[in-house]
């Protein structure tokens, strides 16, 4: 789990962050072989790799990814956001491979066979996104003037 404190530069706006990383696997199940009767249970192989970010609202968000067998680019992220002050956040990743025996029932017992998986999650990185914080429009600023200028008038007449 990577905990930072996230600040935007003044004037900027962090407007989402993603965490991308090579993801790679290997999952092999043994054939059924010759000698194998009706009783053959296949092996089974899996791998997961998943990375979690906050969503900046108290939550968390996944992204995830199963049954990878080739090195494959993996990124997820937040984007929409609109933070501009400094804010705590816990971002983690998770990587998870199984694997079960193949086996067959004969007259001397129980046969198995082995099964394999394998996850590798290497290269991450973390990206932050940002924006020059928004600046009000003329017709706000008029509008902020104009209302100034009426409470002035109001508070002089009532003197």
Do not use: C
């Amino acid at each position: 789990m990577l905990s930072m404190t996230l600040t935007p530069a003044t004037g900027y706006v962090i407007t989402g962050y993603s965490i991308s990383a090579s993801v790679s696997g290997v999952l092999k199940t043994p054939e059924k072989p010759p000698e194998a009767n009706g009783t053959w249970v296949p092996g089974q192989a899996s791998n997961e790799a998943v990375i979690y970010l906050p969503d900046a609202q108290g939550g968390l968000t996944s992204g995830r990814m199963n049954n990878v067998t080739t090195a494959t680019p993996f990124e997820y992220g937040v984007h929409g956001l609109s933070i501009s002050h400094a804010t705590h956040l816990q971002f983690g990743t998770f990587a998870n491979a199984s694997a079960a025996y193949a086996s067959w029932d004969d007259m001397f017992g129980t046969n198995k066979l082995s099964s394999y998986a394998k996850m590798d999650v290497s290269a991450p990185s973390l990206t932050i996104y940002t924006a020059l914080a928004p600046v009000p429009e003329p017709e706000t600023w008029g509008m902020l003037l104009a209302g100034v200028a009426v409470i002035g008038m109001v508070k002089r007449r009532k003197h």
